[in-house]
Every structure is written in structure tokens, then in C-alpha cells.
């Protein structure tokens, strides 16, 4: 078990077509036995970032250490870091065993441990049934999970696991999550996790490091990330259905605070509901832009006026689309609501439930009535 810690790392691919700056200034920490996912949308720099790591590709600017001592000019075998890759990369000559205990033949490991490892890390991974078979003859779920067992069943100071399950079905994927969180935890693994899908990230990461165009946006716990979104780009990515955002101008009064949204409506809350030093803060900004959780926004009650476009039940939860003048907004309910398309519905919205956000810089001011 070691620290991870990236300082100032930049990645800028260069080609005659142009330099492409993949990872910008990039700082993390990952503790001893911490898991933390990389979470971002395809592009934004999480496969560049975890081959710097794993020294398939050089750092442009920067330096990455492991349990103190720095790493990034080490070869890759050097580093004591195990990887999955997005791609898999089985060595197609061996068979899925084969592949999977490649890296256990140079450990001093007795055989039969050896074995009796790749066993156990098939049945969990449930492809004890093809150690037998080749890479080619195996769907390409099968080659993901050989290629994310190959990975865990080494002795690592640092796992890298690259969208490890994007290939499988829904239902495995669920089942699988649960057994390698549990898996990670018993033998105290430091990983980062690479996805785009926040539930896996939700589900696996005790924190979460959010990136955006190679800029880490917010690297914070999953409740964290949800209740106070530094910005509005993790504010609107982070939850579903999205953050409902409206553009808002403030009138900040001695007794009361009042939002006028863009369509006319007006949210106006006591001043008893908004901390003082979020009052002053208002008192001196004229546009705010408001963002609203589809589970906070009250279906029924309130001073937002709009049409119901449509109700999904979803088995546990109702979502229902509303036309706020000529916007579509969401609102989320834990029970079954069934509306008639077209009809009117009131909306409305605690003021523990605002999340305020600078309409010029994106970054958040307050949550629930109290400064960020
Ligand atoms: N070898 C490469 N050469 C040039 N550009 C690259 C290379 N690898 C990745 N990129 C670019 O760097 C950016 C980040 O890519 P990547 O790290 O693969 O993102 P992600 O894993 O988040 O989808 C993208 O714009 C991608 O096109
Ligand atoms: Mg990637």
C-alpha cells in the first residue's frame, strides 16, 4: 500500500496537425487503499492520464510519486503499478489462463499459489469456464474481464483499471461491482478507476475525480459531489436526471431574497432561509445562475407555472418533463405521479435545495442557503 501523488502534470501530444494538450496542470493524491475513479465524459483525459501513471506515456511537465519515491522516469516494469486496459491487450498466443498468470511467473510465488490465485480470480470474474481458450475464440467481455483479472491478481503498489467493465451486459456489470469493491477493500488495493459512468463511480470510489477538456473540474466524495458542486459543470454532470439550471436575476431586500427566472416567474424566500453572509454576497450581484436537483423540484406546490409534457414511471421513481416558458426542466419523485400530458402543474423549490452558481465563471457561491 503506497501514496500516489501527481503534482503539476501536464500531457501535450504533439504531431505536425497540431499539439494536443490532453492533461492540464493535473494535482492528485490517492491514499494508501483509497479507490478513486477518474470520471469523465469520452476525451477529457482519463486514459492518457492513467498511461503517465503507468509509464506508457512520458509526462510533459510534472512528477508522479508512489509511496514517496518518483516514478515517472521509471521503464514501466519498474514502477509496481498493474493495469487493465481499455483495449484489453491479451497476448493472443496464450491462452485466458496463460494471460492471466503472465505476471505471476516472475513473482516468487510457489506454482501451485499461483494457480490456485488465477482460479479464485476466474470464479469471481465467472470465466473459470474459458482459462482454456484464446483470446480470439472469446467475446469481448470475456477478454475485459481476463485482462482486468491479469491485472488484480498481481502484487501491486497501485492498480489502473481502465473502464474495466464498459463491455459488459448491465446485470453482470451490477453483480461484478459489489464482488471487486469487495475484492479491492480485503486486499487493501490502492486504484484509480477510469469511467465515464457515475453510477460505477458512485459505487465503487470513495472519492471521485471529476475531469473536463484535461482540467480536473472537482475531486471530492460522491455525497460531496452531489450536495456542493464546485462548478456548474459538475453540477449539471454529476446526478441524474441532469441539475434543471435557470438563468436568474437577484433582488436581495433586508427581509427577503428574491430570484426573477428567465420566463418571469419569481422565487422569493424569507431572509430567516439564506445565511447572512450569503445575503451580502447577493446584495452586491445582480444575475445568479440557479440549479435546481429534479428531486428537489416539487411537483404540486409553488410559484414556478408550467405544462406537463410527459410522466415516465421508471419502476422506482417518476420523472416528469414540464414546459417552464418554452424550457423543458425535469422533476423527480420517489412516487408513482401520473399526469395528463398538457395539464397545468405548479412547481416549486426549498431554499436548502438552491445551489447559486457565477453566471460569468461557472463556479459555485452557495448551497442550501450558505456560501460555498
Ligand atoms: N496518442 C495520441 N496522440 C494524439 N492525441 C491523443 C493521443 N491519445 C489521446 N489523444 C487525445 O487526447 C485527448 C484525451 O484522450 P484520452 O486520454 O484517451 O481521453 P479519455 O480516456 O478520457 O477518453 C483526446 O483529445 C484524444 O484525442
Ligand atoms: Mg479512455
Known amino acids: 500500500m503506497a501514496e500516489l501523488a501527481i503534482t503539476k502534470v501536464d500531457k501535450i501530444y504533439r504531431s505536425r496537425k497540431g499539439d ?16 478513486v475513479a477518474l470520471l469523465g465524459s469520452s ?33 514501466p516494469a519498474a514502477r509496481g503499478v498493474a493495469m487493465a486496459f481499455e483495449a484489453y491487450s491479451l497476448y493472443p498466443p496464450l491462452t485466458i489462463g496463460e494471460n492471466m498468470s503472465f505476471a505471476l511467473k516472475a513473482s516468487k510465488l510457489p506454482p501451485a499459489e499461483q494457480e490456485a490465485r488465477v482460479k479464485a480470480m476466474a470464479e469471481m470474474l465467472e470465466i473459470a469456464d474459458i482459462l482454456n481458450r484464446y483470446p480470439s475464440s472469446v467475446s469481448g467481455g470475456q477478454q475485459q474481464r481476463a485482462s482486468l483479472g491479469r491485472a488484480l491478481v498481481r502484487d501491486a503498489g497501485l492498480y489502473l483499471l481502465d473502464e474495466p467493465m464498459g463491455q459488459l451486459e448491465p446485470q453482470l456489470r451490477a453483480v461484478l461491482r459489489g464482488r471487486i469493491k469487495h475484492y479491492l477493500r480485503e486486499h487493501k488495493c490502492t486504484t484509480i478507476l477510469v469511467t465515464h459512468d457515475q453510477t460505477e463511480a ?45 438563468a436568474a436575476s437577484v433582488l436581495a431586500a433586508a427581509d427577503q431574497v428574491s430570484f426573477q427566472l428567465e420566463g418571469g416567474t419569481t422565487l422569493t424566500y424569507p431572509a430567516s432561509d439564506i445565511d ?75 431554499a436548502r ?19 460555498a
Open 43 to 75: 476525451g477529457c483525459g482519463k486514459t492518457s492520464t492513467l498511461r503517465m501513471i503507468a509509464g506508457f506515456e512520458e509526462v510533459t511537465n510534472g512528477a508522479i510519486t508512489l509511496g514517496g519515491r518518483p516514478i515517472h522516469t521509471l521503464p
Open 276 to 350: 447572512a453572509a450569503l445575503r451580502a454576497r447577493l446584495a452586491g450581484m445582480q444575475k445568479v445562475d440557479i440549479g435546481i436537483r429534479p428531486h428537489a423540484l416539487q411537483l404540486g406546490d409553488g410559484p414556478v407555472r408550467g405544462k406537463v409534457m410527459a410522466c415516465q414511471w421508471l419502476g422506482d421513481q417518476t420523472h416528469v418533463a414540464v414546459d417552464v416558458a418554452g424550457r423543458t426542466v425535469v422533476s423527480a419523485s420517489q412516487e408513482r405521479v401520473s399526469r395528463a400530458p398538457g395539464s397545468d402543474v405548479a412547481l416549486g423549490v426549498a
Open 202 to 246: 458512485n459505487a465503487l470510489a470513495d472519492r471521485i475525480a471529476v475531469m473536463e477538456g484535461g482540467v480536473l473540474q472537482q475531486f471530492a466524495t460522491p455525497a460531496e459531489l452531489k450536495a456542493a458542486p464546485a462548478n456548474l459543470f459538475t453540477g449539471t454532470f454529476i446526478g441524474e436526471p441532469p441539475m434543471n439550471v435557470f
Open 353 to 371: 435545495d438552491l445551489h447559486l452558481f457565477d453566471p460569468a465563471s461557472g463556479a459555485a457561491i452557495a448551497h442550501g442557503g450558505r456560501l
Open 20 to 35: 494536443v494538450h490532453a492533461v492540464k496542470a493535473l494535482d492528485l493524491t490517492v491514499k494508501p487503499g483509497e479507490i
